[in-house]
């Protein structure tokens, strides 16, 4: 059962291939901030898939978040994730991102409680025929 308080977490190595300069969100060998949003977005999806009932899934709907510093190659990041929100299929979570010197990212994430046969029925139709 969704509600608020479930808690996620995951980490990663900042490598060469999620830094700005391999993403295309600058040059610089730092973690680029497409890659931490795509931490975020895995850890809080993967926070409440215990929770869903056979064929449910999440998907993201919204992001609000802040890159506060620089993270080099070599180092680790830690995405923490909290469900702060359950309004019917919206699920709103609280963001922080952290390497060992400190809080490189924090914001919140939205999401939605998706049926996938019926979402994928929706896609389909886009298809060109």
Not at 32 to 57: F, K, N, Q
């Amino acid at each position: 059962m969704l509600q608020t308080g479930i808690k996620g977490s995951l980490e990663l190595s900042v490598t060469p291939e999620n830094c700005a300069g391999a993403i295309g969100s600058g040059d610089l060998d730092v973690f680029a901030t497409p890659a931490m949003i795509a931490l975020i977005e895995e850890t809080a999806w993967r926070s409440v898939v215990p929770c869903l009932e056979p064929g449910e899934g999440t998907v993201g709907t919204a992001l609000n978040v802040r890159h506060l510093a620089a993270t080099p190659v070599g180092l680790k990041v830690r995405c923490e994730t909290e469900l702060t929100l359950v309004d019917r299929r919206r699920l709103v979570f609280e963001v922080k991102v952290w390497d060992p010197f400190g809080l490189v990212g924090e914001g919140t994430h939205e999401r939605f409680v998706i049926q996938y046969e019926k979402f994928m029925k929706k896609v389909d139709e886009k298809r060109p025929k």
